[in-house]
């Protein structure tokens, strides 16, 4: 392992152009304006992991955006471990609020700043290299294969069939992934959950134009005020969701669990700060981490409707819109939470308006035992380079292929992420701290090496 950590060592600043190289391809999924980068993006990773040593490596066309593979397959009755990451990201708007160009990457106190830095293509990135540092150094203890997608931030549309026609290429015993976070730079944590995810839009709709609000309004229903009323129904004082038959199929964690969820830190007031809020919300009789890891949630992601432009505009809108997600937990099924939002939302509907409703996309949750021989090598792993042993966290995010990943391949995944909640990912000024980068390069070897010794 010397051999290796010296390698990455001497090979920091190369590491680092690389990763700014492919972060300057702005591969943005969900616009098709950029479709061409989408495509770069991938010849990019593609000759990266041929320079690093993989044996072949290739781009696979899908019905959507293209995966990239590659494998390196020294030795067939060693562990293989199946590396899965994306190289798509999130728009960049707004633009002015970025403090430097999005796909610009900049290191201001030791952060990476730019659309992607943390997610994914930083930590997705700290696969390629580590794998290089051991190809190189001749320490790669197991075979490994690259599966890197370009949809998760859209939903991952095209994997599932992907993962289906290509099941005998990705055999594999472990699924390894970073895109998740740490607690706390000092406090290294390994997810052992998900939540799941079913996303909607809907749209109200009232007169057959937009009208002068003098003149009709107080006599015609405003599908915007309208719209407002529905949403604020969706949930009750306690802050539970009203859609009947949300909670039939959720997960119970136990009190032993939620105590041992407990040990991990947890600082209210740094969190509010953090944020700028004076005061946290959520479900009754449950505290901020249980709210965002172990239960359901329903939010409000965009809502809009008539003017919105400067000034003002006296107009009573015919359509109003909004896009809703619902966070979902272990047994719930993003489809069937999809039919009971559907069928409820149209209910709460005053005279006067019709509604629409449409399930964009979704993925069920996840959960890995703590005590399997994967999670045990990333721990091992990760206490090798910092020194103290992770704690096991429920992540409130999604990552829905990852369910699909267990049930088409028979895999399970182990998400070792490094990256942190102020990285802001999803949002202007993304970053991720070049100590994180580079301690990710560090530890991935060991997981290989604890891997293939417990699995012998």
Known sequence: MKKAVEYIEKNRERFLEELFGLIRIPSVSADPVHKEDMLRATEYLRDNLLASGADQAEVIPTEGHPVVYAEKVTDPSLPTVLIYGHYDVQPAEPLELWDSPPFEPEVREGKIYAR??????????????????MVHTDTLPCNVKFMIEGEEEIGSPSLKKFCSDHKEMLAADVILISDTTMLAPDIPSITVGLRGLAYMEVEVTGPNRDLHSGLYGGAVMNPANALAKMIAALTDEDHRITIPGFYDDVLEVSEEERAEMAKAPF???????????EREVGEKGFTTPERTGIRPSLDVNGIWGGYTGEGAKTVLPAKAYAKISMRLVPHQRSEKIAKLFAEYFPTLAPG?????VEYLHGGEGYVSPITSVE???????????????PIPVRSGGSIPIVSVFEDVLGIKSILMG???????????????????????????PWFYHYYREMKK
């Open 116 to 133: 992607g830095a943390d997610d994914d293509k930083g930590q997705m990135f700290m696969h390629v290299k580590a794998f290089e540092a």
């Open 352 to 356: 006067g308006v019709t509604v629409k």
């Open 375 to 389: 999670y045990q090598a990333a721990a091992k792993a990760m206490e090798e380079t910092f020194g103290k042993k």
């Open 267 to 277: 600082d209210p007031e740094a969190f509010r700060r953090s944020i700028g809020i």
């Open 418 to 444: 490094f990256g942190l909640d102020e990285d802001a990912i999803h949002s202007p000024n993304e970053s991720y701290p070049l100590f994180n980068f580079y301690k990710g390069i560090e530890t991935i």
